[in-house]
């Protein structure tokens, strides 16, 4: 699985993308999921005031389903003026 990263997701990770073997991601069944083993993975993203999840290009909820042949990104906060 291929988890593509933005903002200070990249930061945190250390890279503009991240792979996640098949071994662990045939385990992640929703976005809750990855987000729950990202958040052991990496901690510093659960420091994050919110964090938005896109499959397959579109805005993903908690619950949504995933699977190993979606795109998926990470989408942190963004402020501005």
Known sequence: MKVL???ITQDIVGSASLSIPVAKSSKLA????????L?????????LSSLAVAVNKKYAK???????FDEIALIPPVSGG
Do not use: A, H, R
Not at 62 to 68: A, G, P, V
């Open 62 to 68: 908690d619950e949504d389903s995933i699977c190993n």
């Open 5 to 7: 990263l933005f903002g």
């Open 30 to 37: 929703s976005v809750s999921d990855l987000k729950d083993f």
């Open 39 to 47: 958040g052991i993975s990496y901690p510093e993203l659960n420091n």
